[in-house]
């Protein structure tokens, strides 16, 4: 009976794994940090029972930092276009709250919401520059 249940908990946290991956591939795209949690949550559960998963893991998160530098840069192009979008996705946000009442569109407005705050808190080092003043 051990067997079983071990090997049940196996496929369980293997699937989990998988599910998550494909989530992070799916969400790859969208503005902000995008499938990379997705992604980091899926390996973590892979790690559990496999080495290859553990090394890849340990990848992500070792140059996941180098890629928020890259995108969060200072360039003064690059921080006016992450502002201007910020922007853009909080007044769509706003609208859809307000405007909408079907549950799909108040999620895409909370969403709108949450990726435009990243955008303007991860710009211009405004949530580093908040964090050193506490």
Same mark, same amino acid.
């Given at each position: 009976?051990?067997?079983?249940?071990?090997?049940?908990?196996?496929?369980?946290?293997?699937?989990?794994?998988?599910?998550? *991956?494909?989530?992070?591939?799916?969400?790859?795209?969208?503005?902000?940090?995008?499938?990379?949690?997705?992604?980091?949550?899926?390996?973590?559960?892979?790690?559990?029972?496999?080495?290859?998963?553990?090394?890849?893991?340990?990848?992500?998160?070792?140059?996941?930092?180098?890629?928020?530098?890259?995108?969060?840069?200072?360039?003064? #192009?690059? #921080? @006016?276009?992450?502002?201007? *979008?910020?922007?853009?996705?909080?007044?769509?946000?706003?609208?859809?709250?307000?405007?909408?009442?079907?549950? *799909?569109?108040? #999620?895409?407005?909370?969403?709108?919401? @949450?990726?435009?705050?990243?955008?303007?808190?991860?710009?211009?080092?405004?949530? +580093?520059?908040?964090? +050193?003043?506490?």
């Amino acid at each position: 009976m051990k067997h079983l249940s071990a090997k049940l908990k196996f496929i369980i946290i293997d699937s989990a794994g998988v599910l998550l *991956i494909i989530l992070a591939g799916l969400t790859g795209w969208l503005p902000g940090p995008g499938g990379i949690p997705l992604l980091i949550a899926g390996l973590g559960l892979l790690s559990i029972n496999h080495k290859w998963a553990k090394r890849w893991l340990m990848y992500v998160k070792n140059h996941g930092v180098k890629i928020s530098d890259k995108l969060f840069n200072g360039s003064p #192009t690059i #921080t @006016i276009v992450i502002d201007v *979008i910020g922007v853009i996705f909080l007044a769509i946000a706003v609208y859809l709250i307000t405007e909408f009442t079907r549950n *799909i569109t108040k #999620t895409a407005g909370v969403w709108l919401v @949450i990726v435009a705050l990243i955008l303007l808190l991860g710009n211009r080092q405004r949530l +580093k520059n908040f964090m +050193k003043k506490r």
